[in-house]
């Protein structure tokens, strides 16, 4: 058999790929330049054309700033900045507090609970982690709470934003696979929100035998009367909530398109910092810039990420990769575990927007072909499948060595937490998710169901 290099240029991209991203450059100008680097060598091998470079443009523009759907990314990062920085989330957190201060983990529940409603209002896992961590692990601490028990209900929690709706990712996932986000959105509600009622039973299993992990906050935490405890609830539990309510609650009964909702979580987001009385100038002026910075940023990957796809497809890489993978002689069920596990071990490494601009694209079309028989059928293939990838990929904040939720939470933790501590205390909430993800790959329904039901 005659070995042709310009026959294996993708392999050779993907190759350059995963050793660039070691590089420490941004990841934009690394998808970017290699697309355009391996173009270059398309066309001294004859297997890319010139006048082919032109077409990157022309998908950038088309493809990404003519996309209305990738709106709603720099709005619902204006709504979850907009709500740390207007003290909603401080409130939510006390509320939560007093509310469970009787119960065993109270602090640590309250902490889940807490990430849970964030993350359906915003899918900013840096900017939700770094909250929850200021906020949360110094309170902690000072009730003598275990510090693996303590980092790892925090980080897990705040990584909830990425698979709970309205996440950034799943806007991302729908765009790359060319399907309804609202689909996704209400296919990816029950997985997330059974993940979050994973972490709460396992803290109150723990905590109820091991009670010394979690000292109880003190009685007289909060107010005294029950007049004072319900206004705690109406000022700072039910606006947050509400808010869950108009951004989830359009989307699922079909009032308004994500675009639409996401206009309207920032909104309700400044309209409760108005309400709080912590709206000014130069918290407006904070968040605009935090919000433009994380857009343009993840706007900066798209485009690289468009040119390293369109150049890859050009040299034949699907071609070659569904030429691969029928070589390998594995079934459809082998191929989902074998991706599966590909993903898992990518996630110790890459952030979880790498993977899915290089898995989604080039494995997407093979999966939609693949038969699972009665299991799952059709079209709902590739929702559940885009499903999966989300549980999986959220252990990739988690993983480490470059788990950027632990990261995030050493940045900002006090100095006696020591990594080693993260990294215990994360391991019981890695394994809960992996749980999850086998009985979304056993029991499909747990995805397709609600589609289902609001959506036929």
């Known amino acids: 058999m005659d070995f042709y290099i310009e026959d294996y240029l993708p392999l050779f991209m993907f190759g350059a790929l995963a050793i660039l991203l070691f590089s420490g450059y941004p990841v934009a100008f690394v998808l970017g330049g290699i697309g355009l680097a391996f173009a270059f060598v398309g066309i001294f091998f004859e297997t890319f054309s010139f006048i082919q470079l032109f077409n990157i443009p022309l998908r950038i523009w088309g493809g990404i700033a003519e996309n209305l759907v990738l709106t709603a990314i720099p709005m619902f990062i204006f709504m979850g900045t907009m709500l740390e920085r207007s003290g909603v989330a401080s409130d939510l957190l006390h509320c939560l507090q007093v509310l469970l201060r009787r119960v065993p983990g109270g602090l640590a529940l309250s902490?889940?609970?807490?990430?849970?409603?964030?993350?359906?209002?915003?899918?900013?896992?840096?900017?939700?982690?770094?909250?929850?961590?200021?906020?949360?692990?110094?309170?902690?601490?000072?009730?003598?709470?275990?510090?693996?028990?303590?980092?790892?209900?925090?980080?897990?929690?705040g990584t909830l934003g990425i698979l709970i709706p309205p996440s950034i990712m799943l806007v991302i996932m729908a765009d790359l696979l060319a399907r309804s986000v609202g689909n996704l959105f209400v296919a990816a509600i029950i997985p997330g929100f059974m993940l979050a009622s994973f972490y709460m039973l396992y803290i109150l299993?723990?905590?109820?035998?091991?009670?010394?992990?979690?000292?109880?906050?003190?009685?007289?935490?909060?107010?005294?009367?029950?007049?004072?405890?319900?206004?705690?609830?109406?000022?700072?539990?039910?606006?947050?909530?509400f808010l869950v309510f108009l951004v989830l609650g359009s989307i699922v009964f079909g009032w308004a398109t994500p675009t639409e909702a996401a206009g309207v979580g920032g909104a309700g987001a400044i309209l409760l910092a108005m309400l709080n009385r912590r709206l000014s100038f130069a918290v407006l002026k904070e968040v605009l810039e935090r919000a433009a910075l994380t857009g343009g940023m993840l706007f900066g990957i798209f485009i690289g990420a468009t040119c390293f796809a369109l150049v890859f497809r050009q040299l034949g890489g699907e071609h070659l990769v569904i030429e691969l993978v029928e070589s390998l002689g594995f079934g459809s069920w082998g191929l989902l575990f074998i991706l599966m596990g590909i993903v898992f071990f990518l996630g110790f490494f890459f952030d979880w927007i790498e993977i899915t601009l290089i898995v989604l694209p080039v494995f997407a079309p093979i999966i939609a072909e693949l038969d699972f028989g009665e299991h799952v059928q059709g079209v709902e293939v590739i929702y559940w499948f885009?499903?999966?990838?989300?549980?999986?990929?959220?252990?990739?904040?988690?993983?480490?060595?470059?788990?950027?939720?632990?990261?995030?939470m050493k940045g900002v933790a006090p100095p006696e937490v020591k990594i080693q501590q993260i990294y215990k205390?994360?391991?019981?909430?890695?394994?809960?998710?992996?749980?999850?993800?086998?009985?979304?790959?056993?029991?499909?329904?747990?995805?397709?169901?609600?589609?289902?039901?609001?959506?036929?």
């Open 111 to 157: 902490v889940t609970l807490m990430g849970t409603i964030m993350a359906a209002t915003t899918g900013i896992i840096g900017a939700s982690v770094v909250m929850m961590t200021l906020l949360a692990l110094p309170v902690m601490m000072k009730q003598s709470y275990n510090s693996p028990l303590a980092t790892g209900t925090i980080a897990a929690s």
């Open 425 to 456: 205390g994360i391991i019981p909430f890695v394994l809960l998710q992996l749980t999850g993800l086998g009985l979304v790959i056993a029991f499909p329904e747990i995805a397709l169901w609600l589609p289902r039901v609001l959506l036929d």
């Open 205 to 241: 299993v723990l905590c109820r035998f091991k009670p010394q992990l979690a000292p109880p906050l003190s009685a007289d935490e909060g107010p005294e009367s029950l007049a004072g405890l319900l206004l705690l609830v109406l000022r700072s539990f039910i606006p947050p909530l």
């Open 386 to 408: 885009a499903i999966l990838l989300a549980v999986n990929l959220q252990t990739s904040f988690l993983t480490p060595p470059f788990g950027f939720a632990l990261f995030y």
